[in-house]
């Protein structure tokens, strides 16, 4: 089990940028397949990007194509998510999962 902490969130206005990183508490995440998901009041939690271990293979909510990226930073020891362009439909609550472990969040919230 690995435990993750998400930071990165904030009041940002639409068409700006956030980093959203996700870090493994003791150890890399080299080796977990690393999801962002987002939950926003009153949705159901929703897939937002992957990147895959190994091979860093990267996938993206239609949703979010185009603007957000996904990589590994700092030597595995996290994995970010830039989000550029940022919507109002973007706010919501967003979370990191290594593969069965998940983190509590953090908030992202873009004013209109």
């Known amino acids: 089990q690995v435990q993750l902490v998400e930071s990165g969130g904030g009041l940002v206005q639409a068409g700006d940028s956030l980093r959203l990183s996700c870090r493994a508490s003791g150890r890399t995440l080299s080796t977990y397949d690393v999801r962002w998901f987002r939950r926003a009041p009153g949705k159901e939690r929703e897939f937002v990007a992957l990147?895959?271990?190994?091979?860093?293979?990267?996938a993206y909510a239609d949703s979010v194509k185009g603007r957000f990226t996904i990589f590994r930073d700092n030597a595995d020891i996290t994995v970010s998510l830039q989000m550029n362009n940022l919507k109002p439909e973007d706010s919501a609550v967003y979370y990191c999962a290594a593969d069965a472990n998940w983190g509590q969040g953090t908030q992202v919230t873009v004013s209109s």
């Open positions: 990147i895959r271990r190994r091979t860093s293979n990267t």
